[in-house]
């Protein structure tokens, strides 16, 4: 049991010290531009993480209209891309 516990140890130690990337997100909700992520990315995020689907509870979704161009400016702007769906529960 200890010999399992010491290699799982170690597992993640190797694993946690050869993926030493750190990205930096920020979400996006609505159009942006390619100079705007352009100079988003000049100050280091690496990301966009942008809504693309919207669900209220007990209603239907919807596709957020800009979320193709906003994704096409992020990576004209060297940019990468998440989405992500918002769910929207009640209080």
């Known amino acids: 049991m200890i010999k399992s516990l010491l290699l799982l140890v170690l597992l993640i ?3 946690n010290q050869s ?3 750190y990205y930096k997100f920020f979400n996006i909700v ?3 531009s ?3 992520f352009g100079c988003i990315e000049q100050l280091g995020h690496t990301n966009a993480n942008i809504r693309a689907y919207t669900l209220d509870y007990g209603q239907p979704g919807s596709l957020d209209p800009n979320v193709l161009d906003t994704m096409q ?3 004209l702007a060297g940019v990468g891309t998440s ?3 918002e769910i929207n529960l009640p209080q």
């Open 13 to 15: 130690l190797f694993f």
């Open 19 to 21: 993926s030493a990337y």
């Open 30 to 32: 609505g159009p942006l």
């Open 34 to 36: 390619t100079s705007a």
């Open 73 to 75: 400016n992020a990576g």
């Open 83 to 85: 989405v992500y769906m």
